[in-house]
Every structure is written in C-alpha cells, then in structure tokens.
C-alpha cells in the first residue's frame, strides 16, 4: 500500500519541495490511535472532573450558606427554593481571602511540573508520566476531605499536590502525539484527546452539585476519585509509547504512521536545541496566544457561577447545567473544528498556517465580541447566558489554531514547546480571577463590564499577534 507522490511547496505548503513516502491512511474504526485518542480523553475528563469540583463543593463546605442564597443579587432571583436535605458532613469557617487560596492553590503546583513534563516525557517515555500525574491528582483528591478536617493549611498542600500530578498531564500528551498523531490527522486526534478536558467541566458542574445536594459534599471527591481510578487501570493496560511498542496494533495501522512521522521527528532523544528554542518567534507567537486564550477561560471558569449568582440571580447548586453549558458548547465546536480543519488541510491542500490563524481568529476574536455583549445584556439572563455560551463555545475553535501548532512547528520537541507556553499560560488561572475580584467588589453590572473589557482586549491582542508571527510548517530539525 505505498504510494510516492511529490509535493510541491505550492500546493500543500507543508514541506517545501520534497518528496514525500505516503502511505495509504490505515482505517479510523477499531484503530490503536484513535483508541488512545478516546482513553486519554477519558484521562482529561477525570483531570479537569477533579480541578473543578471543588468550586461547587466549596458552596456546601462554608458554614452559614443559608445567607448566600439570600443574598440580594443585582437581577431578581430565579432559584426554586429547595428542601434541606440532613447533611453529615463537617463546615469549616473560612474566609473569602482563605477560599481565594484554596481555590487557586491549585495553579501555584500546576505551573512548576509543565516544562520538566516536557522533558521527563521525552527521555522516559509520556505513557507513564500521563498516567502516574493523573493518578496521584486522583488519591490527592480521594485524600480533601480528611485534608479539609485537619485544616485549611492541609488543604491547600493538597491542592498544590494535585495541581503537580496534573502539571505534566498536556506536555506528556503531546509529547505522545508526536510520535503517534499522522501530519493530516493532527486536528482530528488531538481535539478528540484534548477535549475530555471541557467534557470533565461539563459533566462535573452539575454533577458535583447533585452529588453535594442528595449526599453530602465528601461524595464529590470519593465518587471521581475512583472513576480516576478506573481510567488508569484501562490506561496502564491499553496504552503504549509509540506504534513500535504497541502489542495489538495492526502492521499496517504501524506502517502507515511511522511512515507518515518519518521526515518529522528527530532521531535522538538527549539533544534539546534550548536557544533555538526560546529564540523561536513563532513559539513566542503560540505563547502570547495561549495567554490571553486562558486568561477569559480561567477567569470564566472561575467566576462563572459568581457572576450567575451575584448579577444573574441564579444559584449554582440548581443551575449547574446553566454553568455547563459554555463550556459544552466549547467541547462541540472544538471536535468539529478539528474535523474540518483537518478537511481543509487534506482535501482543499489549504496551508497548515493559513488554517492554524484562521481558527485562532475566529477562536479569539469571536469569544471577546460575545464577552463584551454579554456585559450589555442588563438582567435579560436568556440573553447574557446565550452570549456566555456563544462566546465560550467559538473559544474551542482555537482548539484546532495555536493549540496544537506546537506539532507543526516542531514535532521533536512538542511536549517542551507545550510545556513552555502552558507555563505562561498558567499565569493568567492565578492572577485573571484574583484581579476580576478586586475589580468587582461592589459587585455591579458596570464593574463587570470592565472585567469583560480587560478580557477581551487581551484575547484580541493574542490572536493579532499570533496572526502576525505563528508558523505552520517544520520551523527548524535537528
């Protein structure tokens, strides 16, 4: 099933000139790639089930929260009021500034394990380094409410713990990639893998505010910890490095990708070409772009039910699927972004760059229009919710522009490049929201239209600049 054909630097863009060993793709169904592709969104899915189930637990972990759903809001309420089910769980006493620390914590241990997660999953191998991160967030998070007895102190060290378990998680990921995701299937794969992470959020929203509501709030950690643990069993079983080492993969699934990788990875393992790197401007293109993407992700992912209660009037435990649904939205429009992005590439021969920028546009600069309407809505709330949603579900569009170009750029060296922009990227979960609450203390509809403002600006900051330095072919290979 071998086919040489040449291509021109004109019409598919991607290698200037060269030929080319094609080999005919190797079927999607039943495939060892596109089975790692659905396990490690399962991974993704437990990861990010785990990072925000806290925030909505945090609602029944606070002593006296009647006086939160009392709370005059700035729309009238729309809550339904609820029975109190008989709660055994202990409340602790913590103040604002306590649970602002609680709930960031995690970030301040996710940003440390990024760049070594890079570097770790090229020496030893991502399987492993996936796998054990995801595990220890998941006895970290079976491990809160014991923590949460002990103190607020205990709490956070397990926050941070978790946050360095689930740090290597993306750089490891794409560190795999590389050497299994074929040059025209990069958009189909990585959005399929990367996507678990909205779903986890979209699931894990009103479900952990169920969980809270019929059981009580320790549920949410001891009922995901152990989906966590499913996963890494099936992982551990299932999973391997690379086609090579994989013991169920068919020989010509095998063939077809290590062909298609052949003129794209580098050799050997111990070189890193660290200057070139930080010398690269279409890699500090991918980190202004990620920044600002994050910065209204992080900032929405946080505030979001605040703005929902404190504004909107509505109340998370009875609204979680109002909180799900920007970020189901963002899961759909990424999945099928990465389909048609890829359809692009590989029938319309687009260039990877010209496609990369334009998804980074639209992922941008799309999101900060529906901010900013969102602000203007006043307390018609099928409104605001509408544009929250729109503006959150064109952000997964970008899923298929500067995320994943750090495979374009240099596949080599992707789960370093990710590591380095992620690192960035991180920035925006400690500070994004900690400077939204400082801006909206008095909580009205004007000072929240500043925080959209900030918001959006930076996210079209982002997609200029990436606009005018990214990259979509091999930047440079050793």
């Known amino acids: 099933a071998f086919r040489v054909c040449c291509v021109s630097g004109q019409t598919a863009g ?7 060993l094609f080999v005919l793709p190797a079927p999607a169904c039943c495939s060892s790639r596109y089975g790692l592709a659905f396990l490690s969104c399962y991974g993704f899915f437990v990861a990010y089930a785990l990072r925000v189930n806290l925030s909505v637990a ?33 409340v602790y006493d913590w103040d604002s500034e306590t649970q602002g620390w609680i709930l960031g914590s995690f970030f301040y241990g996710y940003i440390l394990t990024q760049i070594p997660g890079g570097y770790l999953a090229r020496k030893y191998g991502a399987k492993w380094l996936f796998g054990i991160g995801i595990l220890c967030t998941v006895i970290f998070t079976l491990l809160t409410p014991v923590a949460a007895d002990l103190g607020a102190g205990y709490l956070i060290a397990v926050r941070v713990l978790e946050g360095i378990g689930e740090g290597v998680s993306y750089p490891a990921m794409h560190a795999m990639w590389a050497s299994w995701a074929p040059p025209l299937e990069r958009s189909r794969l990585l959005t399929i893998s990367y996507t678990g992470a909205q779903l986890g959020t979209v699931v894990a929203l009103p479900l952990s505010g169920q969980i809270c509501f019929y059981l009580d709030w320790t549920y949410v950690f001891y009922i995901f910890g152990a989906v966590g643990l499913l996963w890494f069993v099936l992982w551990a ?27 794209e990875l580098s050799p050997t393992t111990d070189y890193i070409p660290w200057t070139s790197i930080l010398k690269s ?23 979001l039910p605040t703005y929902m209660n404190d504004i909107l009037g509505f109340s998370i435990q009875q609204n979680g699927m109002l909180s799900a649904l920007p970020y189901l939205g963002c899961w759909l429009l990424a999945l099928l972004g990465g389909q048609l992005a890829d359809l692009l590439r590989e029938k319309y021969l687009i260039r990877t760059v010209i496609v990369r920028k334009a998804f980074t546009i639209v992922g941008m600069v799309g999101p900060a229009v529906f901010l900013v309407a969102a602000g203007y809505t006043g307390c018609n709330y099928v409104l605001a919710i509408a544009f929250l949603t729109l ?13 994943i170009n750090h495979l374009d750029i240099a596949p080599s060296y992707a789960g370093i490049l990710l590591g ?42 982002g997609a200029v600049f990436f606009t005018m330095f990214g990259k979509g072919t091999l930047h440079h290979k050793h």
């Open 14 to 20: 991607e290698e200037s000139s060269r030929y080319l």
């Open 58 to 90: 945090m609602v029944d972990m606070l002593k006296n929260r009647s006086s939160v759903n009392n709370s005059s809001s700035v729309c009238p309420h729309h809550s339904i009021p609820v029975p109190k089910h008989n709660h055994t769980a202990s």
């Open 237 to 263: 079983y299932f999973v391997s490095n690379s086609p090579s080492l994989h013991k169920r993969i068919s020989e010509d699934e095998k063939t077809y990708i290590m062909a298609s990788l052949k003129n």
């Open 281 to 303: 401007l279409p890699l500090w293109a991918i980190v202004v772009a990620h920044f600002s993407y994050n910065w209204t992700f992080y900032t929405l992912l946080t505030l």
């Open 391 to 403: 503006s959150s579900s064109l952000g997964g569009v970008s899923a298929s522009g500067f995320n």
């Open 420 to 461: 380095i922009t992620n690192s960035f990227a991180t920035i925006p979960g400690m500070v994004g929201p900690v400077i939204a609450r400082s801006l909206t203390k008095s909580n009205t509809i004007p000072e929240w239209q500043i925080v959209f403002y900030i918001s959006a600006a930076i996210n079209i900051f």
